[in-house]
């Protein structure tokens, strides 16, 4: 029997009733406390008084230097003050209604004492007395200098978890066993298991306890990527047969014909793509750029070589909208090489559907633009090759097993303008390959983006009219209630009626919003894209993926309202041409961390910078909001910290997969079957 598995009440000290508390944290066997890590630590060790920052917690040792003076307010209440040599230097000591120790404190006698230092007043607040020192230097070192805190309960203390983890190291830290590779261990030079769980919890210094931390964050983060990375593997390997033989002088004579050369980095994504549909696995890749990057063209690209290779290809938007502008896009670039190009929305009649799902059973449409109804329902392909997929992080499994269920494996990329740091990327998206745009197309000015008050809208209004006489073109998104979109189409319609008034007859302002027909915002959309309508009213359906070069100005209404994400996507929708553009952000922002936010939209126009300033302001679990799909949780390892051994770990498992040949279906079983007989197949086998 595996001790690991063994219920806590083996524990000593631990009953039946305190059995039960600890199952509300999710504490039952022996392994899940020794793997319940404390959240912080509270460090009781003496350092130089010079070196602790004001506020912070403070351990001293002094000599008492005055009687201690006790004052009382009412019965119970009551501050003593002692004078402490601490140093050469002099410490006021502040105890609140603790005046019982009074008595065993006398002039002459060292004294330990921590709690909160006020440096300006050479002041501690104490929060805990020693008053008999221990003399050797041994009894000091055994000592608990740096103690653990751990999510408690009502039910158990800090404390008393802080002794069960004490005795249950007693009785099975020898049970404890290594579980990385030992030449991994040897180059990474790790402390042994054994080591690094006693110190997580007890370390005897600083630096023992971020060695027991970096060993435990790169284990988790280790078996996570060999998951992954089989996972990958497998899936590659389940997919052959499926090699194009596309033939690259036309794909590099349809490049050189563009209006415009490519960067150097949506050259390289090319590449990375072609080389994926020639080889003969199916390609799982996300191409990851900032709002303006030139993703679009990219798929053009890769959706042209996939026609050339004899197969169908299909792009789906997130919107209506978008698929019309992806079609249009398309169109114009595909059609002067004779490829039929079909739109596919829910608006369509149905005698046109019905030409259109014949003409790509049989073969005559190239490629089809649609939302994501598109791989569904009676839509079939005569031999579709490559489905691209804009604004999205991930091919959904359901969606992979539809076109499975039609006898169907096609290529897969799944273009994302949330542009995430790499760290995060390569460890959400392990089982797949990232291409990253990290350069904008040349001549881009960097957005202003200022920040202003509500009471500033007048100006704002003032200065959308000077852009638009300059022949420029406007948004103003909307405030946003969140839940509820009749409120929100109502502060538009507000907003609308509002810039109609201003503007006159001078310009036209269009309103779009989420209760207009996908024909009504369509017939919108175009009168903007041709500069008909100078200034867009708009709730956030706007949000993602519109282009309209012309465009110049963005105004955001509620600002603090949105996600750092959502905000710099709002803002990419301007900045598309060679024109100055302005981003307005009208927002008042309770918190500090709202202000922060706003700041950062001020100071920086890199989404991947955006993102990583928001990933470090709010955490990799709130960065992709509650809901979102895709993104492990980890016991200890952070993702916003622990860069290093991420890397480290990837590395580390690409190597044993490559090397040996490691990766078949008997060792991914047998890897299942030893994290499971360890007790610890959900901690590792993150699904
Ligand atoms: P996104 O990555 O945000 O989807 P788009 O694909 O919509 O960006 O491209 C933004 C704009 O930049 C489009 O108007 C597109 O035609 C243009 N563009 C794309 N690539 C280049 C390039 N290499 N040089 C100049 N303009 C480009
Ligand atoms: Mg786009």
């Given at each position: ?6 219920p806590?009440t083996?524990?000593t ?17 022996v ?5 319940y ?10 350092r130089?008084?010079?070196?602790v ?18 004052r ?12 402490l ?15 019982y ?5 006398k ?6 004492v ?5 440096k300006?007043r ?5 929060s805990?007395t020693?008053t ?7 009894q ?23 002794r069960y ?8 830290a ?5 579980i ?5 261990r040897?180059r ?11 110190a997580?919890h007890?370390p ?19 078996f ?5 990375q ?19 002088e ?14 150097n980095?949506?050259k390289?994504?090319l ?17 990851q ?5 030139g993703?679009?063209i990219v798929?053009?690209?890769?959706l ?11 792009l789906?938007?997130?919107?209506e ?7 249009a896009?398309?169109?114009k670039l ?8 079909g739109l596919?929305?829910?608006?369509m009649?149905?005698?046109?559907r ?8 049989m ?12 791989i ?17 992080h ?13 006898g169907?494996?096609?290529n897969?990329?799944c ?13 959400v998206f ?6 990253t ?9 960097p957005?202003e983006?200022y ?13 959308i009219?000077?852009e ?14 969140e ?6 189409v ?5 907003v609308h009626?509002q ?16 209760r207009?027909t ?14 008909q ?10 949000e ?5 070069p ?9 600002a603090?309202r ?27 922002p ?10 950062i ?12 300033r ?7 679990g ?13 016991r200890?390892?952070?993702l ?22 490691f ?14 007989q ?10």
């Open positions: 029997m595996n001790q690991m598995l063994l806590v083996t524990v000290g631990i009953g039946e009733v305190k059995a039960q508390a600890l199952a509300e944290l999710g504490i039952e066997t392994h899940d406390l020794l793997f890590f404390p959240s912080r630590y509270e460090d009781y060790s003496i130089e008084l010079s070196e920052a004001n506020g912070e917690r403070i351990t001293i040792r002094g000599e008492v230097y005055a009687e201690p003076a006790v009382f307010f009412g019965k119970r209440r009551s501050r003593m003050m002692v004078r040599v601490v140093d050469r230097a002099v410490v006021t000591a502040i105890w609140f209604n603790q005046h120790l009074k008595n065993r404190i002039i002459g006698q060292e004294i330990q921590s709690g909160k230092w006020e300006n050479m002041q501690v607040t104490v805990e020693k008999t020192i221990p003399k050797t230097t041994q000091q070192s055994e000592e608990v200098k740096i103690k653990p805190i751990y999510p408690a309960s009502a039910a158990v203390t800090v404390k008393q978890i802080q983890l004490q005795q249950a190291l007693q009785q099975y020898s049970d404890i066993e290594e990385l590779p030992a030449e991994i040897e990474r030079l790790f402390i042994s298991r054994r080591e690094a769980i006693t997580i007890f005897t210094s600083t630096a023992l306890g971020i060695e027991a931390r970096k060993r435990l964050a790169y284990e988790e983060l280790f996570y990527q060999l998951k992954m089989a996972l990958q593997l497998v899936q590659k390997r389940n997919n052959q047969g499926l090699a194009m033989p596309i033939p690259l036309p794909v590099r004579a349809f490049v050189r014909a563009l209006p415009f050369r490519l960067t980095a949506q390289r994504a590449k990375e793509i072609l080389d994926d549909l020639q080889a003969d696995f199916g390609m799982n890749r996300l191409l750029g900032d709002v303006g990057s993703k679009t798929a053009a690209v890769a042209y070589a996939a026609t050339q290779a004899g197969c169908q290809g299909a789906m938007a997130p919107t909208i978008l698929a019309e502008q992806h079609a896009t398309l169109t595909l059609a002067p090489y004779g490829l039929q190009v596919l929305t829910g608006g009649s149905a005698p046109i019905r030409e259109l799902l014949g003409g790509l059973q073969g005559l449409i190239d490629i089809v633009v649609g939302t994501h109804a598109l569904q329902d009676d839509v079939h392909f005569s031999k579709l090759g490559l489905v691209i997929t804009d604004e999205q991930r091919f959904g499994v359901e969606q992979r097993r539809v076109l499975r269920e039609k169907l494996q096609p897969v990329l273009m994302t303008a949330t542009p995430i740091p790499r760290t995060l990327a390569i460890s392990a089982d797949m390959d990232v291409s745009l990290d350069e904008l197309p040349a001549g881009r000015k957005i983006t920040w202003v008050k509500e009471n500033m809208f007048e100006r704002v209004l003032a200065f009219a000077k638009v006489n300059n022949g420029r073109q406007a948004y103003v998104i909307c405030p946003l209630i839940e509820s979109e009749k409120i929100d109502q502060n538009a319609l507000d009626a810039l109609v008034h201003y503007f006159g007859e001078q310009s036209q302002v269009g309103l779009l919003h989420g207009m996908s024909k009504e915002k369509e017939q919108v959309m175009r009168e903007f894209s041709a500069n309508i100078q200034v867009l009213v708009s709730t956030t359906v706007i993602v993926g519109v282009d309209v012309n465009a110049t100005v963005m105004v955001v209404y509620d603090e949105f996600g750092l994400a959502q905000l710099h996507q709002l803002r990419g929708r301007v900045g598309r041409g060679s024109e100055q553009s302005t981003c307005i952000l009208i927002a008042d309770k918190t500090e961390v709202g202000r922060e936010r706003m700041r939209m001020k100071e920086t126009c890199d989404g991947f910078e955006v993102a990583r928001d990933l470090a302001l709010r955490g990799p709130d960065f992709f909001g509650t809901k979102q799909s895709g993104l492990p949780e980890f200890l390892a952070d916003t910290q622990d860069f290093e051994q991420l890397e480290l770990a990837r590395a580390d498992a690409a190597a044993i997969l490559r090397t040996e040949d990766w078949t279906d008997d060792n991914y079983a047998f890897l299942r079957a030893y994290l499971e360890q007790g610890i197949l959900e901690q590792y086998m993150l699904d």
